[in-house]
DNA sequence: CAGTGAGCGAGCTTCCGCTTGACTT
């Protein structure tokens, strides 16, 4: 019989712990919080804001188990993190489990490792109830919030919306990029480069001048001013330069540099580095810490010392920058540095050698470069041309590893060296361009940016950013997707051998892909919670309520004194909102009259998606002609439909001809466009639209479908018609009366299947679904 | 996948932060 229970929050943790402890310790987990506020009437507000905890459902198993253990041994000591909310699951474990002070210890550890954990050991303390009451005003601020701004958008906007503290800034931010985007007026201005022969008339020196040039006529201008210009070196400067590794991983900058080196969506750097995690590959992965342990410390520089020498080691301390920053873990890496590779996925490999580059990185020497700047003077002129090259003297920690940027003009990087030059040097002109450039939009989120911002303005912790991004757009507020970009034309000039020729080429500009896109629905309501709540919505809403939870966890301000002067002013608002009487809805917009029908037209959000409506109701008149209404095409939106668009939509549905006998319509429907032909349906594709696809096209799209419908099929069997092979999305399957089997991965080639092959394979799938349900039943 | 939509009507939806499973046609 163990003598102590030692109580963490993750598994993964309790199994290193408990290795360490060794016997005379029982080491569980309590899989983060074990009570939440009740999901109605959480907060008594009429009580000083008693919170009402409960135990959830899939929670009290765990729960259970941890008081039968805590009953049988001496001493509970509460493990969970040193942050807010570990005080909080402490607190909450010590009231739920009965543990009374003399067989309670609280303690904490920055670190597995058994230095760190020993010590915690020896020096317990007890639990920080000022702590705890700043995460408890931390939950009844966030319910409050979010279950009084919520039901306003449920009665002024659409069903089953939601707003909160942090999902409404992220969808504000977007809002605000797309308008800034839109209001954005590019300015043209016009690059001049400048390919110059050295003395020895071989050597090429590429320059370009110092300045832009406003306009074509200003270009044109100094191109001819430079027909019989003299060029000649005027200088050459050469200063060093150092760059210093970034800072090892949190989960914020390695959710990006994954998001642009492999390109993995957040959701996905979170999900393979949990499988990391849970493998001991590497340290936990939701941190905002950027501190690594004397231990790994170490063991870095021990593997910098053997791979690449001594002038490649530095040690460096690194201090977080980061708004409300709680640092409760260490920073993400390796458990063993010097394990180069591990097994597992690709996925996996590939960012645990991420992982484990950046964090030998930041403690590499910096990279030490010289940077060498010419300049020619031009005779009779100021504006010189320049010529940049940048060598690497020392590469430092590039050797192994360099970040990614996410601004994509980022001009490339002159990296390469100059030729040398004297002072004085005449040079001889090749060839002069003059290239008209365009000043670039602001670019739109990705959920890797966003994920940044967030965290520069201290909004959202480490374990949320993920679920966030999730949750704006399951609510539809934002959709990651593609814009097409416009074609764009911009001129050239070019001065070779004493002529000026002049061409016009195009470009793509503005062209995005995967990225963050607010929908009708996320601008109407931004638009509304920023009229109505702006206090809410402001960017430092977050880190001034941040800095009120750490005077009450200094123990000099009441929680529920902070809520109430927030509630006071706050739900008056909500009170006087919600009663606010409009004659049309949030967000609706009258786009003019129907000349044919002299009704009028409005946009608006609708039940299931943003409609036009044609006509109002006259309750006077119970007989008068109802409204009309259309769903708007995806392409379209509130803010930009003029009237025409919209009333072409009543056009929908439309019948697009004959074929084989029976009629083609297409219209609008819960899942965009398409078309009916003898009862199917057959989905049109992005670059077609409803209201002017073709009797040709239309027939195209219905023989691709028939084509693909019997590509689907692999293989039947004549005896058992029941019985299919297909071709799906994930490769080949089974179906068999409407259910679907997976083929064994051990069968090289599913065509070559027999019936009783196929038989048994479902015979074995139905098998294991009776033991998974039996195993789930005993649960 | 499925094509809906103005008001008598029942009750539902929702927050943020801490954790991991049970799902994979």
């Known amino acids: 019989m163990q003598k102590n229970l030692v109580i963490v929050e993750s598994p993964a943790k309790a199994k290193t712990i408990e290795k360490i402890l060794g016997k005379d310790f029982k ?104 702590l705890v009451d700043a995460q408890q005003a931390r939950r009844v601020l966030d319910r409050i919030v979010g279950f009084e701004l919520s039901p306003i958008l449920w009665k002024k906007v659409k069903p089953a919306l939601s707003a909160g503290r942090v999902q409404s800034v992220a969808v504000r931010l977007i809002v ?68 210093s590794p970034p800072a090892p991983f949190t989960t914020s900058t ?80 390796p458990t063993y540095i010097a394990d180069e590779e591990i097994s597992g996925t690709i996925q996996e490999k590939k960012l645990y050698d991420l992982i484990r580059k950046r964090t030998l990185a930041s403690q590499m020497a910096e990279a030490e470069m010289e940077r060498t700047t010419i300049s020619i003077s031009i005779s009779q002129q100021t504006e010189k041309f320049v010529a940049t090259g940048e060598v690497i003297v020392f590469d430092g920690f590039l050797q192994l590893y360099t970040e990614s940027s996410d601004d994509e003009n980022e001009k490339e990087q002159d990296n390469r060296l100059l030729p040398p030059v004297r002072p004085d040097e005449p040079l001889t002109l090749k060839e002069m361009v003059a290239t008209e450039r365009f000043t670039q939009r602001p670019p739109r989120y990705t959920e890797a940016s966003l994920v940044r911002r967030l965290e520069e303005l201290g909004v ?120 606010i009487k409009t004659e049309h809805k949030i967000g609706e917009r009258e786009l003019g009259v129907d000349p044919k029908t002299g009704r009028s037209v409005f946009v608006k959000i609708g039940r299931f998606s943003p409609v036009v409506q044609l006509g109002v ?21 509130i803010e930009t439909i003029t009237l025409e668009e919209a009333l072409r939509l009543f056009d929908l549905p439309r019948t697009v001809g004959t074929y084989e006998e029976k009629t083609i319509e297409a219209a609008t429907g819960r899942f965009g466009p398409f078309i009916r032909h003898d009862g199917k349906y057959i989905s049109i594709p992005k670059q077609m639209e409803p209201l002017t696809i073709s009797l040709e096209e239309a027939i195209e799209l219905i023989i691709a479908k028939r084509r693909k419908e019997a590509e689907r099929s692999l293989k039947k069997f004549g005896e058992a018609p029941e019985v299919e092979l297909l071709n799906g999305r994930f490769g080949p399957y089974i179906t068999c009366q409407g259910k679907n089997y997976k083929i064994p991965s051990t069968v090289k080639d599913p065509k070559a299947l027999t019936l009783e092959e196929v038989m048994q394979i479902i015979a074995s799938a139905g098998e294991k679904a009776q033991t998974k349900k039996r195993t789930s039943q005993k649960k």
């Open 27 to 130: 080491v569980m987990s309590s899989y983060g919080h074990i009570r939440d506020l009740k999901q109605k009437d959480g907060v008594d507000i009429h009580h000083n804001y008693a919170p009402q905890y409960i135990v959830p459902e899939d929670k009290k198993k765990i729960v259970a188990a941890l008081k039968a253990e805590a009953r049988k041994v001496e001493m509970v000591w509460l493990a969970s993190d040193e942050d807010r909310e570990g005080e909080a699951i402490s607190w909450h474990l010590a009231e739920v489990l009965e543990l009374t002070p003399e067989k309670t210890k609280r303690i904490v550890f920055h670190e597995i490792t058994k230095n760190a954990i020993l010590r915690a050991i020896e020096t317990p303390r007890d639990i920080d109830l000022h």
């Open 176 to 243: 605000e990029r797309e308008r800034e985007i839109s209001h954005f007026l590019s300015e043209a201005s016009f690059r001049i480069v400048a390919d110059f022969l050295l003395p020895d008339g071989t050597t090429l020196l590429k320059t370009e001048l110092n300045k832009r040039l406003k306009t074509k006529e200003d270009a044109y201008d100094f191109l001819d001013s430079c027909k019989d210009a003299a060029f000649k070196i005027d200088e050459t400067v050469t200063k060093p330069v150092k760059k």
């Open 254 to 333: 390695l959710q990006q540099e994954a998001a642009r080196k492999l390109g993995y969506s957040v959701s996905q750097t979170m999900a393979v580095a949990q499988r990391l995690y849970e493998s001991g590959r590497i340290t936990y992965m939701r941190t905002d810490s950027v501190n690594l342990s004397d231990l790994a410390l170490g063991s870095a520089k021990e593997t910098i010392l053997n791979v690449y020498g001594e002038p490649y080691y530095k040690f460096r301390k690194y201090s977080t920058k980061t708004k409300g920053a709680q640092e409760a873990h260490e920073a993400i890496r």
């Open 460 to 579: 959202g912790r480490p374990s949320t950013y993920a679920p966030t991004i999730q949750t704006i757009q399951n609510r539809e507020y934002v959709l990651k997707g593609d814009k097409e970009g416009v074609e764009r034309h911009y001129r050239i000039l070019v001065l070779n051998r004493l002529k000026i020729t002049e061409k016009e080429k195009k470009e793509i500009a503005g062209a995005d892909r995967n990225k963050l896109i607010p929908t009708d629905i996320g601008i109407v309501v931004n638009d509304f919670l920023m009229e109505y709540f702006p206090h809410v919505l402001d960017y430092n809403f977050t880190a001034s309520v941040e800095k009120e939870f750490d005077i009450i966890a200094e123990g000099e301000m009441n929680w529920t004194d902070v809520i109430d002067r927030f509630y006071t002013v706050f739900h008056p608002i909500v009170e006087k909102t919600s009663a």
């Open 617 to 637: 109701i006259n309750p006077d008149d119970k007989n008068a002609s109802k409204p009309q209404f259309a769903p708007l095409l995806k392409e379209q939106s």
